[in-house]
């Protein structure tokens, strides 16, 4: 048995861990981080919460409090790209000190000591490779994490005013955050409905999602965001299929990771944390539930964290609680594991995914866009498939077409597939296309092939740039623009067209999305 002192110093030191795991890839964000990043400017800049000032306000993010939070950044001036690498690292810290309080109230005994086998915890959410990627991929994963893990520890520790800013944070943060607090919150209720402490996180839960949706409705004129139908339209065997394909390289991690929920729900059951266990376990079937109900196409599977740290920590805390020699000897070699974790295969996936995934700051990419949308007027049109960096970069006076098949930033009627022609201008002054090799002969997508194809006038070359290493873009301008060629510093390759520019009228025009 450990003293509180000690197990708040172990756990500052698995959070220290965290910090070097994940410093590697802190400069790195997904592309879909500028997209959040876009809003927050146009917030900012007073245009409201839209991708494009002027245009059909469209709900293209799922963290308005991680927006809103950007917004105020950038109202000050301060750089996005750094407030998200320092915001995710918080989250991650704050991520694995609630992981900790959890265990921590799982396993305490009457004097207040706590079994060291509880500092699994922390010390295993610290050195998963996952967390490390996804505390610097410029999202609110993170932070949504320590908002989860907070809430059911307030709920199980009958903490109930943190419980309920907590709650506030989880809603905020990301829509299924609604799911998790009225699960918590029923929980706390039961214990004692007639009791109004016990209401205290449901009704802050209530309060919140009735403000987010009010402005939802006010706002976008939806009841649920816009990327739920983009994420979430596919046919059911086509997105597990996607999803499971997905997990398949690091599969045996995510498998241990059910062991751990399973024998984690019986050890608590046995040990008598019974609250503790009721909460966990229906917060793993629920946030697994959720991810499997959208394609997790962000590296790191960020969807799955919450659940992982969850169980993980239920685990571990009722593993403190088993008063037997081999709990020591089962704790010792779960260590022993973990200490190896971050030089496994697996971690060497994780890594390697995010590697072709994320985009390195100031990459050649980023400057093209910086340059152009010097030249460009307020209100050109940019056609790309990558709503983020590009988008973020080319600058708010101009207008972005995404043309990604479940773009974020489009509408989906009925949960169906973009159509590029309800979305594409008719004379769109730049069009990106995405190919996934310097030396590529064609665009590697087939909308962005017909969306070339149906150009009526004729579009100048401008070069190819480098996002990262799966992401290279041909950058076209409509000719009568006289664009000068990109710096050559920036560029793949020469000046020569890799494909054929559109003739007039070879191709029906798409329909044009301008006022």
Same mark, same amino acid.
Do not use: C
């Given at each position: 048995?450990?003293?509180? @002192?000690?197990?708040?110093?172990?756990?500052?030191?698995?959070?220290?861990?965290?910090?070097?795991?994940? #410093?590697?890839?802190?400069?790195?964000?997904?592309?879909?981080? #500028?997209?959040?990043?876009?809003?927050?400017?146009?917030?900012?800049?007073?245009?409201?919460?839209?991708?494009?000032?002027?245009?059909?306000?469209?709900?293209?993010?799922?963290?308005?409090?991680?927006?809103?939070?950007?917004?105020?950044?950038?109202?000050? !001036?301060?750089?996005?790209?750094?407030?998200?690498?320092?915001?995710?690292?918080?989250?991650?810290?704050?991520?694995?000190?609630?992981?900790?309080?959890?265990?921590?109230?799982?396993?305490?005994?009457?004097?207040?000591?706590?079994? /060291? %086998?509880?500092?699994?915890?922390?010390?295993?959410?610290?050195?998963?490779?996952?967390?490390?990627?996804?505390?610097?991929?410029?999202?609110?994963?993170?932070?949504?994490?320590?908002?989860?893990?907070?809430?059911? #520890?307030?709920?199980?520790?009958?903490?109930?005013?943190?419980?309920?800013?907590?709650?506030?944070?989880?809603?905020?943060?990301?829509?299924?955050?609604?799911? %998790?607090?009225?699960?918590?919150?029923?929980?706390?209720?039961?214990?004692?409905?007639?009791?109004?402490?016990?209401?205290?996180?449901?009704?802050?839960?209530?309060?919140?999602?009735?403000?987010?949706?009010?402005?939802?409705?006010?706002?976008?004129?939806?009841?649920?965001?816009?990327?739920? /139908?983009?994420?979430?339209?596919?046919?059911?065997?086509?997105?597990?299929?996607?999803?499971?394909?997905?997990? @398949?390289?690091?599969?045996?991690? #995510?498998?241990? !990771?059910?062991?751990?929920?399973?024998?984690?729900?019986?050890?608590?059951?046995?040990?008598?944390?019974?609250?503790?266990?009721?909460?966990?376990?229906?917060?793993?079937?629920?946030?697994? /539930?959720?991810?499997?109900?959208?394609?997790?196409?962000?590296?790191?599977?960020?969807?799955?964290?919450?659940?992982?740290?969850?169980?993980?920590?239920?685990?571990? !805390? /009722?593993?403190?609680?088993?008063?037997?020699?081999?709990?020591?000897?089962?704790?010792?070699?779960?260590?022993?594991?973990?200490?190896?974790?971050?030089?496994?295969?697996?971690?060497?996936?994780?890594?390697?995914?995010?590697?072709?995934?994320?985009?390195?700051?100031?990459?050649?990419? +980023?400057?093209?866009?910086?340059?152009?949308?010097?030249?460009?007027?307020?209100?050109?049109?940019? %056609?790309?498939?990558?709503?983020?960096?590009?988008?973020?970069?080319?600058?708010?006076?101009?207008?972005?077409?995404?043309?990604?098949?479940?773009?974020?930033?489009?509408?989906?009627?009925?949960?169906?597939?973009?159509?590029?022609?309800?979305?594409?201008? +008719? @004379?769109?002054?730049?069009?990106?296309?995405?190919?996934?090799?310097?030396?590529?002969?064609?665009?590697?997508?087939?909308?962005?092939?017909?969306?070339?194809?149906?150009?009526?006038?004729?579009?100048?070359?401008?070069?190819?740039?480098?996002?990262?290493?799966? @992401?290279?873009?041909?950058?076209?301008?409509?000719?009568?623009?006289?664009?000068?060629?990109?710096? +050559?510093?920036?560029?793949?390759?020469?000046?020569?067209?890799?494909?054929?520019?559109?003739?007039?009228?070879?191709?029906?025009?798409?329909?044009?999305?301008?006022?």
């Amino acid at each position: 048995m450990i003293t509180q @002192r000690t197990f708040a110093i172990a756990t500052l030191l698995a959070a220290a861990v965290l910090l070097v795991l994940a #410093w590697p890839t802190a400069p790195s964000v997904v592309d879909d981080a #500028w997209i959040s990043a876009r809003y927050a400017r146009s917030f900012a800049l007073g245009h409201g919460l839209v991708y494009d000032a002027g245009q059909p306000p469209i709900e293209g993010f799922t963290n308005l409090l991680w927006t809103l939070m950007l917004a105020l950044a950038s109202r000050a !001036g301060v750089s996005l790209h750094a407030t998200m690498i320092s915001a995710g690292l918080v989250g991650g810290v704050l991520s694995v000190f609630a992981s900790a309080a959890l265990a921590n109230e799982v396993a305490r005994d009457r004097d207040g000591r706590v079994s /060291a %086998v509880a500092l699994l915890a922390p010390f295993g959410l610290a050195l998963d490779p996952h967390l490390a990627v996804v505390t610097t991929n410029g999202l609110e994963s993170s932070l949504f994490l320590a908002a989860v893990l907070g809430t059911t #520890w307030a709920v199980v520790a009958e903490q109930r005013g943190l419980g309920a800013l907590f709650a506030i944070a989880t809603i905020a943060l990301r829509p299924e955050g609604a799911a %998790v607090v009225a699960v918590l919150a029923t929980l706390d209720l039961a214990r004692g409905i007639s009791k109004p402490e016990h209401w205290a996180i449901g009704g802050a839960g209530a309060v919140t999602l009735a403000a987010i949706t009010l402005f939802r409705i006010v706002q976008y004129g939806s009841l649920v965001p816009n990327t739920f /139908a983009a994420k979430a339209g596919k046919p059911l065997a086509e997105r597990l299929a996607f999803d499971v394909a997905y997990l @398949r390289p690091d599969g045996g991690f #995510w498998m241990i !990771g059910l062991g751990i929920a399973f024998f984690g729900q019986v050890l608590a059951w046995r040990t008598g944390a019974r609250v503790a266990a009721t909460a966990v376990g229906s917060l793993v079937i629920l946030l697994v /539930a959720v991810a499997f109900s959208v394609d997790m196409w962000m590296p790191g599977g960020r969807l799955l964290l919450a659940p992982l740290a969850l169980a993980w920590s239920l685990f571990a !805390g /009722a593993l403190a609680r088993v008063r037997l020699p081999m709990t020591r000897i089962t704790a010792l070699v779960i260590a022993a594991d973990l200490v190896l974790l971050p030089v496994t295969p697996w971690a060497r996936v994780v890594r390697a995914a995010d590697v072709a995934h994320s985009a390195q700051p100031r990459n050649a990419a +980023e400057r093209a866009m910086r340059s152009l949308g010097a030249q460009l007027p307020e209100g050109a049109w940019l %056609v790309t498939r990558d709503a983020g960096v590009l988008a973020y970069f080319v600058g708010a006076h101009v207008h972005v077409a995404e043309i990604h098949p479940r773009a974020l930033t489009q509408p989906h009627p009925g949960g169906r597939d973009l159509d590029p022609r309800d979305v594409v201008p +008719e @004379r769109p002054d730049l069009v990106v296309l995405t190919v996934e090799d310097p030396h590529a002969r064609a665009p590697f997508y087939e909308m962005d092939r017909a969306v070339f194809a149906s150009l009526r006038e004729p579009y100048t070359f401008l070069g190819r740039v480098r996002q990262h290493h799966q @992401r290279y873009y041909d950058v076209w301008a409509r000719s009568d623009l006289a664009l000068p060629a990109l710096p +050559e510093a920036l560029r793949v390759g020469s000046l020569e067209p890799p494909y054929a520019p559109s003739t007039p009228g070879s191709a029906p025009a798409p329909r044009s999305s301008e006022p």
